[in-house]
């Protein structure tokens, strides 16, 4: 069964920084990968589908790219609403979800 | 648009409950449904799918013990869970699939939380 790796687990970071998530799968999937932002006590919000579409409403500071095994989602410039913990996932067989990175207010 | 769960609580292991996921603003019948569970301090897990033309799949976990349904006249996805273990302890979320091509759950729900515990 494929499997979806998120690092790194957890980061602590700057407002206004550069942060780079990766989500690496253990074999090729399609190109229909997501990212969800989770905030404490709330659902997750999905950010991103089919890699790289930004979904209505999202602020284009974040991003996603990658195709194959690995896949990133960036978020240039981090803002003091970012700090949450976000999940990949994948659609190749059943959806399967990565452990999630949390990013933190260094 | 919006999906508001209903029905989690309390129960002793081997128990049954049935969760229930009104919808707003649009139809359930006509999109892919779905159940996600989070264990308290874990991460995603996906439960069930029912898709529009009516197909049903489940995650191994829950295979055989776990139904996913709706009533298209009450607009609503249940999900109702019997024989239950500790480790079906999570928050239930309802979700609806972006599109049919699989590409994000782009509409949750609150979600509803399921102890199992005696």
């Known amino acids: 069964a494929i499997q979806l790796t998120q690092s790194p687990s957890s980061l602590s970071a700057s407002v206004g920084d550069r942060v780079t998530i990766t989500c690496r799968a253990s074999q090729g999937v399609s190109s229909a990968l997501a990212w969800y932002q989770q905030k404490p006590g709330k659902a997750p919000k999905l950010l991103i589908s089919?890699?790289?579409s930004l979904e209505s409403g999202v602020p284009s500071r974040f991003s996603g790219s990658g195709s194959g095994t690995d896949f990133t989602l960036t978020i240039s410039g981090l803002q003091p609403e970012d700090f949450a913990t976000y999940y990949c996932q994948q659609f190749n067989t059943y959806p399967l979800f990565g452990g999630g990175t949390k990013v933190e207010i260094k | 648009v919006q999906l508001v769960e209903s029905g989690g609580g309390l129960i002793q292991p081997g128990g049954s409950l049935r969760l229930s996921c009104a919808a707003s603003d649009f139809i359930v019948s006509t999109n892919f449904m779905r159940w996600v569970r989070q264990a308290p301090g874990e991460g995603l897990e996906w439960v069930s799918v029912i898709y529009s033309d009516g197909t049903t799949f489940y995650a191994d976990s829950v295979q055989g013990r776990f139904t996913i349904s709706r009533d298209n006249s009450k607009n609503t996805l249940y999900l109702q869970m019997n024989s239950l273990r500790a480790d079906d302890t999570a928050m239930y979320y309802c979700?609806?699939?972006?599109?049919?091509?699989?590409?994000?759950?782009?509409?949750w729900g609150q979600g509803t939380m399921v102890t199992v515990s005696s």
């Open positions: 979700v609806r699939d972006r599109d049919k091509t699989g590409s994000g759950f782009d509409i």
């Open positions: 089919d890699t790289s």
